[in-house]
């Protein structure tokens, strides 16, 4: 059976992980959560890309070798995810053997079949953006330096001639042109498909695919002292690591038979907007020269700055994930980097908008929602719900709960999440007036009658409530759903199950104020 594959970039071992990191890889854990609770098979994939001049300069700077400075960086990337709750199912480092073989096999056999050739490369590279440029892409600025195009990084190009190999990119660019028309889906989010589409428009260079003035990368089998590059490398993993097994792979590490099948294609590829290039031309162009087929969908999200800055070594001003995980908790964390932006654009992170967004959403709207209801059944209703089905299904001030599930749902399954969370906060909010029209305090004294089936109704809701924001808060979903009496493992139907007779009880505030 084809699971739901789902994968981040693999990040560089040169630095410890920010909320740049964070932000990637929480957001395909809480797509992965969202197909796990909708009862689908997934394999989450993460992991880190170790080779290269950068880290081989990093190491050189730490005093370390490269793969004991690889083994310490990518050692605090495995080791902050649990952290933040993330479920990853798999965690590939492009230094391992099931990772390097495969490359190599697949480095050997392009070449048999002439999408890699020999030849000269000639030209500039940045080392820090691992990023060939020709004369025209770097025309000298008017000092006569010859500086990285990208706006983010401007360092200067390092002059390069070399013998290298080849990858025929711009053999692709008609079939890429094709694929991008007949699968409006595959780039994602259309405003930046557009770019994509237009840059393959103007045609694709052969791009150069090893290196021979240092060492730290797989070696080619069959060129001696040419390494291969570092992103055709690292965009191996996904099939690598999924078992793809190439041909020429010796028997022995090979994975068995129909486990490549069962993830590959990719059902969604997450990746920061800055590499998106890599990601919507070069790897599906090298995935047509192996014959595999594409990922279904390559979802490129912006950038945060901080505090209106762009984080930077020299700025100093990387932010810790762990802040907040300390400060506020890991669900407020998870929240709050979907809730602030939508998933897509640009935005900035800002430790005074967090507050706000903490205080005001969790603490006010759901935390408070949550335990006044609670405890409201506890005082007039002895903490349980009627038997029977004094309501047909919830509705929160009118909205259609049930409805409105499967509204969640859609936004989700098309990577929305900041909707999805928008569509949920209506139903907290809705059941927040609801409390404050219908004064249970009061309807206990005039007409304790009503008081059951108002509260059917409203714990009814926020069970739902608590099954949606399940992919972003697991661990809040849980305290609400243990203390909203719900019995067994959630699935998303489960909310349609009627709580009757259910125990309610207050525990504990969910989000204490700050
Ligand atoms: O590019 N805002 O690794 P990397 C949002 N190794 N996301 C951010 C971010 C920010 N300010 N900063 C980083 C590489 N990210 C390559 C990838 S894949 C085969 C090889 C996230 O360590 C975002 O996902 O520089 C971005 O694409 C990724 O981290 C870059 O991580």
Not at 104 to 111: D, G, M, S, T
Not at 129 to 144: I, L, Q, R, S, V
Not at 388 to 416: C, H, N, W, Y
């Amino acid at each position: 059976m084809k699971k739901f594959y789902l994968t981040t970039p693999l990040y560089y071992v040169n630095a410890a992980p920010h909320i740049g990191h964070a932000y990637t890889t929480v957001a395909a854990d809480v797509l992965a959560r969202f197909k796990r609770l909708r009862g689908e098979s997934v394999h989450f994939l993460t992991g880190t890309d170790e080779h290269g001049e950068k880290i081989e300069e990093a190491a050189k700077a730490a005093g370390k070798t490269p793969q004991a400075f690889a083994d310490e960086t990518a050692a605090k990337f495995s080791g902050l995810w649990p952290k933040l709750d993330i479920l990853h199912d798999d965690f590939i480092r492009t230094t391992e053997p099931r990772h390097e073989r495969r490359v190599q096999a697949i480095f050997e056999h392009l070449l048999k079949t002439g999408d890699v050739f020999k030849g000269v490369y000639k030209g500039w590279y940045c080392v820090s953006d691992a990023t060939y440029f020709t004369d025209t892409d770097a025309p000298p600025d008017e000092k006569g330096r010859r500086l990285c195009p990208n706006a983010e990084c401007r360092k200067p190009l390092t002059p390069m001639e070399e013998e290298a190999y080849f990858f025929k990119l711009s053999r692709f660019a008609k079939p890429l042109l094709e694929h991008y028309r007949a699968h409006p889906e595959f780039l994602q989010p259309a405003h930046r498909a557009n770019e994509m589409l237009r840059f393959v428009e103007e045609g694709l260079h052969d791009q150069s695919i090893t290196r021979s003035k240092f060492a730290w990368g797989v070696p080619v089998l069959s060129a001696p002292g040419h390494v291969v590059y570092v992103w055709f490398d690292a965009l191996l993993n996904y099939i690598t690591a999924a078992g793809y097994n190439p041909p020429g792979l010796a028997a022995a590490a090979a994975s068995p038979a129909g486990a490549f099948e069962e993830l590959w294609p990719a059902d969604v590829q997450f990746v920061g907007k800055e590499i998106y290039r890599f990601h919507a031309v070069t790897w599906p162009a090298m995935l047509m020269a192996l014959g595999l087929p594409l990922p279904k969908t390559v979802f490129a999200h912006g950038w945060w700055t901080v505090e209106g800055q762009k984080m930077s070594k020299s700025k100093g001003n990387f932010l810790d994930p762990m802040e907040f995980v300390d400060g506020y908790g890991v669900d407020a964390f998870r929240y709050v980097l979907f809730r602030e932006m939508p998933f897509g654009n640009d935005g900035d992170f800002s430790r005074e908008a967090f507050k706000k967004r903490y205080n005001s959403e969790l603490a006010n709207d759901l935390g408070n929602l949550h335990s006044r209801v609670a405890q409201m059944v506890e005082k007039y209703l002895g903490g349980r719900l009627p038997e029977g089905r004094p309501v047909d299904k919830p509705t929160a001030q009118g909205i259609d709960v049930f409805a409105q599930s499967e509204k969640v749902a859609a936004a989700m399954d098309k990577l929305l999440f900041y909707d999805a969370l928008g569509l949920i906060w209506e139903v907290v909010r809705a059941l927040n007036e609801r409390v404050d029209k219908e004064k249970p305090w009061e309807k206990a004294k005039t007409a304790p009658g009503q008081l059951p089936a108002l509260f059917f109704d409203m714990i009814w809701s926020l069970r739902a409530v608590s099954v949606w924001i399940q992919p972003f808060m697991p661990a809040t979903a849980a305290k609400m759903q243990a203390q909203l009496g719900f019995k067994g493992p959630v699935s998303w139907e489960s909310l349609k199950e009627p709580p009757a007779g259910a125990a309610v009880k207050k525990e504990a505030g969910l989000f204490p104020r700050k």
